[in-house]
Nanobody, 121 residues
Framework: QVQLVESGGGLVQAGGSLRLSCAASGSIFSINVMGWYRQAPGKERELVASITSGGRTNYADSVKGRFTISRDNAKNTVYLQMNSLKPEDTAVYYC???????????????WGQGTLVTVSS
């Protein structure tokens, strides 16, 4: 009943920048936390950054100072601005959101389909 659509991945050289976007749609009453996770080949999925509806943010140590998460609550959209990219940032990036459904007032958690970010050295 809720879908996430991601965009903005691609190939970039080390030191470059990319901006990811993730828009939520469907039967949404409210969204609490929106976040970005990533999974590199052979590794487990890890949290990159998250943001609450009130704007409180949380970052993985490996991206602090380089990545910025932001959110447009009116559009149910979350962004991840990635600067000073490194080859080790190469991964599939997944959007995640949890909140309350409008139709049933029950909680939900959904994942996007993932978008590939490749950083060349």
């Amino acid at each position: 009943q809720v879908q996430l659509v991601e965009s903005g991945g691609g190939l970039v050289q080390a030191g470059g920048s990319l901006r990811l976007s993730c828009a939520a749609s469907g039967s949404i009453f409210s969204i609490n936390v929106m976040g970005w996770y990533r999974q590199a080949p052979g590794k487990e999925r890890e949290l990159v950054a998250s943001i609450t509806s009130g704007g409180r943010t949380n970052y993985a140590d490996s991206v602090k100072g380089r990545f910025t998460i932001s959110r447009d609550n009116a559009k149910n959209t979350v962004y991840l601005q990635m600067n000073s990219l490194k080859p080790e940032d190469t991964a599939v990036y997944y959007c995640n959101a949890d909140g309350i459904l409008r139709t049933t007032l029950r909680s939900f958690e959904v994942w996007g389909q993932g978008t590939l970010v490749t950083v060349s050295s």
